[in-house]
């Protein structure tokens, strides 16, 4: 999970198919069917979706235990880079943080080949014939009803025109169709519905509650605000919904509003390094917002890293807290027409919002480049390096390390020759 945090660009749908690949293909520790649940129920709750996933995922290897360590290890890399780099925000060079900018188009290439790769299995993995058809005409149509604010913005036109509709809404959507369709199925069986497993998710939670609580006693002795904080940090996650970008609204109203962080402080300092590194946007900031409270009323590097550590643990607890509830309910029900439904369809829908967020991250590689005049550059080479990894990935079976780096290396090159040129 450490491993796959220090990769996680282009928000939580991008790291499905990574750890589909790692746990279900490569670890074997679950199958398909399990997979694709632990996608329904980290999409379908509020929170972060990638520190959801790696919440369940664990939650099936090792219990509570295994929730607990694979959402923080999942959230840790990113909550790191951002505080530490925060920390020396005055003193980096812009030639260096240029040079971290060049480094993210190489692994934005290879994540999108993962990306084809998961979309390119949902096609194969379909039946022939209507039903296979029908598979990859929901595909295309979530793609084409999700893109329109990503392509307006890569082809450089006014966003507030674009037609386009949210991840949430899509969800919202299947399953309204879902359920009337199950709805009006004159095929009838009786479903058992399983128990809860009530002492399993009152461990989960109580392990969640704990790790807030241990890292909200040091901070509330480096300032009067921590109480508050942690409050509106548990509150801003459950109020999550629609990834990333969404959740920078939530965390306007809930902490610059009430002057827990200034604008400035906000959208001039944490919301570009947040932006810049991997990770959860929603820790990221968490966190970026809690160093900058505790080192602006301590004035000292470790007061702000204490208070930082309690929107860490606030952001992946509270995101686990619901996925819990949420999972259980979902698995003890999970016999319904409506849940095989949602398990059947699932994948296409996925895999249409995929596809966006391939554009996506073509969009933030031209991006890269934009301030030394080699936007369109920028997206060439991440184009380059994408069909570069397609080829190692499917011909050469390259491992995912080699991969990475192989990305990483050829695109602060190419990125430099031309900036240079």
């Given at each position: 999970m450490l491993k796959v945090g220090c990769i996680g660009f282009g928000g939580g749908s991008a790291l499905i198919p990574i750890l589909?690949?790692?746990?279900?293909e490569e670890e074997k520790v679950m199958d398909e069917t399990e997979y694709e649940e632990a996608v329904v129920i980290s999409s379908i709750t509020p929170?972060?979706?990638?520190?959801?996933?790696?919440?369940?995922?664990?939650?099936?290897?090792?219990g509570w235990k295994g929730m607990f360590v694979g959402a923080s290890a999942m959230a840790l890399p990113g909550v790191f880079l951002t505080t530490t780099l925060l920390s020396f925000?005055?003193?980096?060079?812009?030639e260096f943080v240029q040079q971290m900018e060049f480094s993210t188009v190489g692994v934005m290439s290879y994540i999108a080949c993962m990306l084809t790769d998961y979309i390119w299995k949902t096609i194969q993995q379909r039946e022939h014939g209507a039903k296979g058809?029908?598979?990859?005409?929901?595909?295309?149509?979530?793609?084409?009803?999700?893109?329109?604010?990503?392509?307006y913005r890569l082809l450089g036109l006014d966003v507030t025109k674009a037609f386009y509709i949210s991840t949430l809404d899509v969800f919202l959507v299947t399953f309204v169709i879902i359920l009337i369709k199950t709805a009006f199925s004159k095929y009838r069986k009786r479903y058992i519905v399983k128990s809860l497993k009530w002492v399993d998710m009152v461990k989960e939670i109580g392990s969640m509650l704990i790790a807030v609580f241990v890292t909200l006693i040091p901070a509330m002795l480096v300032t009067k605000d921590a109480l508050m904080y942690s409050i509106n940090g548990v509150l801003s996650t459950m109020m999550s919904f629609g990834g990333g970008d969404a959740y920078l609204t939530v965390a306007d109203g809930l902490f610059?509003?009430?002057?827990?962080?200034?604008?400035?402080?906000?959208?001039?300092?944490?919301?570009?390094?947040?932006?810049?590194l991997p990770g959860s946007i929603l820790c990221k900031t968490l966190s970026g917002i809690g160093y900058w409270i505790g080192y602006t009323e301590s004035g000292q590097l470790l007061g702000g890293y204490t208070v930082a550590?309690?929107?860490?643990?606030?952001?992946f607890a509270a995101s686990c807290g619901i996925v819990s509830v949420v999972g259980g309910l979902y698995r003890s029900l999970g016999e319904i027409p409506i849940f095989q439904a949602v398990k059947l369809w699932i994948r296409p829908v996925v895999s249409g919002l995929m596809l966006n967020?391939?554009?996506?991250?073509?969009?933030?590689?031209?991006e890269a480049g934009v301030a030394n005049d080699a936007g369109w550059m920028m997206f060439f080479v991440m184009l380059f390096i994408y069909g570069v990894n397609l080829f190692l990935y499917y011909r050469k079976k390259s491992n995912?390390?080699?991969?990475?780096?192989?990305?990483?290396?050829?695109?602060?090159?190419l990125c430099n020759v031309m900036t240079i040129s």
């Open positions: 589909h690949k790692t746990y279900v929170g972060a979706l990638t520190i959801k996933l790696a919440g369940e995922i664990g939650r099936r290897v090792a925000i005055t003193n980096l060079s812009q058809y029908l598979s990859i005409g929901i595909t295309v149509m979530v793609f084409l009803l999700t893109c329109g604010k990503t392509l610059v509003s009430t002057e827990l962080v200034t604008e400035d402080a906000f959208y001039g300092t944490i919301i570009p390094v947040v932006n810049l550590m309690l929107g860490f643990a606030c952001g967020v391939i554009l996506s991250l073509l969009y933030q590689s031209r995912n390390v080699r991969m990475v780096i192989m990305s990483v290396v050829v695109s602060i090159i």
